[in-house]
């Protein structure tokens, strides 16, 4: 998370890669990874992401929220 906070997006995504691959089952990690993705440009990854995040409860409307930011980056607002 402290390299979300410094804008250390490429550290980022291999730390949360590699949790994701350790547990697969971590939703946060994904919504994570998904943000480091978002900042570093690479939103069609990003949007996967938080889709996979999505699927749990707790921050399921924090991720639709990211998700409608993303598409909003990506010009699609119909989508947001």
């Given amino acids: 998370i402290v390299?979300?906070?410094k804008?250390?997006?490429a550290t980022a995504q291999k730390l949360f890669t590699q949790i994701i691959t350790e547990n697969p089952q971590y939703a946060k990690a994904y919504?994570?990874?998904a943000?480091?993705?978002l900042g570093a440009?690479?939103?069609n990854n990003a949007l996967s992401n938080f889709?996979?995040?999505s699927q749990d409860e707790q921050i399921r409307l924090q991720?639709?929220?990211l998700m409608g930011d993303t598409y909003t980056k990506?010009?699609?607002v119909a989508e947001a």
């Fill in 35 to 37: 943000m480091a993705q």
């Fill in 3 to 5: 390299s979300l906070q």
């Fill in 51 to 53: 889709n996979t995040a």
């Fill in 63 to 65: 991720c639709y929220r």
């Fill in 74 to 76: 990506m010009g699609k």
């Fill in 41 to 43: 440009g690479d939103l």
């Fill in 31 to 33: 919504m994570y990874l």
């Fill in 7 to 9: 804008n250390d997006f």
